[in-house]
């Protein structure tokens, strides 16, 4: 999941990182007395940068503003001394935000306690399925959230929070728990009504994000706004005007609690509960995994899941919601030279002192400043440019941006994830029913490697055609596979067919039914099967398909042809 509020991550310092095995990772790996201060200010910087946002995104959620700031205690040091990566940064986002007000809204009322209890639940089942995900090592199911189903996914979700939030910008009241068409249509029926006092702290507050940020990136804008624009309204008395503002902020630490609610309700969250897993996932163990070769320290996938499973139990027993991963605060912390997590601890720490002696401050926050701020957050996360380089570069891969990105905004983010992931499945499965195979050409040069394609309807060497298959042979292909042997003996009459099986890494069943297919169409033609260049391992694997009959191996393709053409006639010889 991803928000956008820091600069940009600084140039790579390193492009490959160690071993993982070879660096023993223990907590606040990095942290040495020499960057203690400037860890101490980096935390400082995330401080200011994260409690507006997660006020923000608290109110996406339909939770009151402790449970955006509770999500920065007790689940951030429960991540940050448990991570593998040293600047990954979690917290909740403009995404997890979204996603728990879709999937909570049509099981209780938003800012209602069963609401609230129903979010410290499913953060509660988000952390067991990030604990068993480290457990059982499923960390490359992230693999299927490739980057155009997250652009979509993640652009769908902003575009429905970005509707919410120009409204609270022009102080025009919508159903921010309803459907996307729903909130346009309040939004639109809505501006006749908006609020003057409102629309002018907006455009103040969008002035100073947007200048101040070309100005000097690296200082806290979203925490000058909120201070700036409290002060107004509290000078102003913009209250009576219609100004909304953030209200009575609960004072006191988190908690420890526990959510009682149904058996069948704990069954209801399971689904959105996979889809913030899902994402979280796959967009977190990316940017760990770059930051780390970019700043040349190991990272661990599997210790990296465990930690988000332990952040969301530490949210769902202290008052928070689902804890994901933030890109632009971790970009932030890179930019500010922050090579650990101590920033983290900081900000924890921080976020404490607040809620225990300065939460009246937060009381008359405006809701057009904290819509504005979060506005210029999200919109980065619309994916424009993302979908530009799409439609230039592959429809293919636009159109499944585009199928995730409308299928998350008006069906719904959890069947946005079930489209996704199928339409994943679909794009390996049309990318792997047409591998590259090929006849090869041999140039009479024994120094050479037999490698390059020969003309269609050209044999290898008169009376043997090498064929070559770049990927394993399975149900996606296999009938590729047999139309190209076919057409092959068919256009060069060929006697020996030499199966190149440098590239060939595994045979199903269904593929092990074509490989009989060939083999039977071969001797119907008088032609006979030869195998090269077999990958250890596979060889036992066709034994035990039983396709292994009158076939016989070579070491190299030019070998198989030597031996091969001695005997134009069939029956080639090679290591049976």
């Known amino acids: ?42 935390g400082v910087t995330l401080l200011a940068i994260a409690i507006p946002l997660n006020i923000g995104y608290a109110q996406i959620a339909g939770l ?27 917290s909740p986002d403009a995404a997890a935000a ?27 089942i988000c952390g067991v399925l990030f604990l068993l ?66 629309l002018l702290i907006s455009i103040g507050s969008l002035i100073v994000l947007l200048v101040g940020r070309r100005i000097a990136a690296a200082v806290p804008w979203a925490l000058i ?61 990316l940017v760990s995994r770059s930051y780390g070769e970019k700043r040349n320290y190991p990272t661990r996938p599997d210790r990296d899941l465990f930690a988000f499973g332990v952040a969301n139990l530490g949210a769902g027993i202290s008052g928070g919601f689902t804890v994901g991963s933030s890109t632009s605060r971790t970009a932030a912390m890179d930019q500010a030279g922050s090579r650990t997590q101590l920033p983290s601890l900081v900000t924890a720490l921080g976020t404490l002192l ?27 996360l619309l994916g424009i440019p993302d979908f530009v380089r799409l439609w230039r570069l592959d429809r293919f891969e636009f159109a499944i941006g585009a199928a995730c990105f409308l299928g998350a905004l008006f069906i719904g983010p959890i069947a946005g994830i079930v489209i996704a992931f199928v339409l994943a499945v679909i794009n390996v499965t049309r990318r792997a029913a047409n591998p590259p195979i090929d006849t ?48 092959a003996v068919r256009d060069t009459g060929a006697t020996h067919v030499v199966l190149d099986m440098e590239a060939v890494t595994d045979v199903d069943v269904t593929g092990a039914e074509s490989w009989e297919t060939v083999h039977a169409f071969l001797t119907a033609h008088g032609a006979d099967l030869a195998l090269s260049r077999v990958r250890p391992g596979i060889r036992e694997r066709l034994q035990h398909l039983e396709l292994l009959d009158g076939v016989h191996f070579f070491d190299t393709n030019r070998e198989a042809i030597m031996a091969l053409q001695s005997h134009p006639e069939g029956s080639g010889h090679g290591r049976p």
């Open 1 to 42: 999941m991803t928000d956008v509020t820091g600069p940009t991550a600084a140039a790579p310092e390193s492009s490959r990182a160690p071993a993982p095995h070879r660096t023993r990772l223990r907590p606040l790996a990095g942290l040495t007395g020499k960057n203690a201060v400037r860890e101490v200010l980096a």
């Open 64 to 90: 009151p503003a402790t449970a955006g700031l509770y999500s920065l205690v007790v689940p951030a040091v429960f991540y940050a001394l448990t991570v593998s990566s040293r600047q990954l940064v979690a």
């Open 98 to 124: 979204a996603l728990v007000a879709s999937s909570l809204g049509g099981l209780a009322v938003a800012g209602h306690q069963d609401y609230i209890t129903l979010a410290l639940a499913q953060a509660l």
């Open 133 to 198: 995900c480290s457990f059982f090592k499923l960390g490359f199911l992230a693999n299927f959230l490739s980057k155009p189903i997250l652009v979509g996914f993640v652009g769908g979700l902003a575009l429905d929070i970005l509707v919410s939030q120009v409204a609270k910008m022009l102080g025009v009241k919508i159903d921010s728990g309803g459907e996307f068409v729903e909130k346009v249509g309040g939004l639109v029926t809505g501006l006749p009504g908006l609020n003057v006092w409102s």
């Open 225 to 285: 706004v909120l201070i700036v624009a409290t002060v107004v309204v509290v000078l102003t008395g913009a209250v009576k005007a219609g100004v909304d503002v953030l209200g009575k902020v609960q004072a006191g630490p988190p908690t420890l609690t526990w959510p009682v609610i149904e058996w069948t309700q704990w069954l209801a969250l399971i689904p959105s509960a996979i889809a913030l897993t899902v994402v979280t996932m796959g967009e977190g163990l």
């Open 354 to 380: 607040l809620l225990l002696f300065g939460t009246a401050l937060l009381e008359d926050i405006p809701s057009p400043a904290i819509g504005t701020i979060v506005a210029v957050a999200v919109v980065p």
């Open 440 to 487: 090869l050409a041999a140039d009479g040069d024994p120094e050479h490697s037999l490698l390059e394609a020969a003309p269609a309807g050209a044999p290898t060497v008169p009376g043997v055609v090498v064929v070559r298959l770049a990927a394993p042979l399975f149900f996606a292909n296999s009938t590729s596979f047999e139309k190209a042997v076919e057409r």
